[in-house]
């Protein structure tokens, strides 16, 4: 089970970390995806729960993190710098070691939470 939470309105320029907690099975990979509306969901980054090895999309990198807390079963989603074209809402996901950036790989979702970035 994930619970996705940390989402809200922001400005232009503004930092938002979001948090996903997870319970029951173990899992190898965590990733976040985001999905605007009208539009598909679409990675944003990944993390190996063991090893710590992250990937973020192109769209975000050098904005966006992913670390975690393993102790608090917990991977969070450090936002910074957001724009408008940020908007979504955000989910985190769970799959085994050979997950990759397709949403298809991963076996649990969480919730989802919304991220507003005015401008």
């Known amino acids: 089970q994930l619970q996705a939470s940390g989402g809200g309105l922001v400005q232009a320029g503004g930092s938002l970390r979001l948090s996903c907690a997870r319970s029951?099975?173990?899992?190898?990979?965590m990733g976040w995806f985001r999905q605007a509306p009208g539009k598909e969901r679409l990675f944003v980054a990944r993390?190996?729960?063991?090893?710590?090895?992250?990937a973020v999309s192109e769209s975000v990198k050098g904005r966006f993190t992913i670390p975690r807390d393993n102790a608090k079963n917990t991977v969070y989603l450090q936002m910074n710098s957001l724009t408008p074209e940020d908007t979504a809402v955000y989910y985190c996901?769970?799959?085994?070691?050979?997950?990759?950036?397709?949403?298809?790989?991963?076996?649990?979702w969480g919730q989802g939470t919304l991220v507003t970035v005015s401008a």
């Open positions: 993390i190996r729960l063991s090893s710590g090895w992250t």
């Open positions: 996901a769970a799959g085994s070691v050979t997950a990759t950036n397709y949403a298809s790989e991963y076996n649990y």
């Open positions: 029951g099975a173990l899992t190898s990979t």
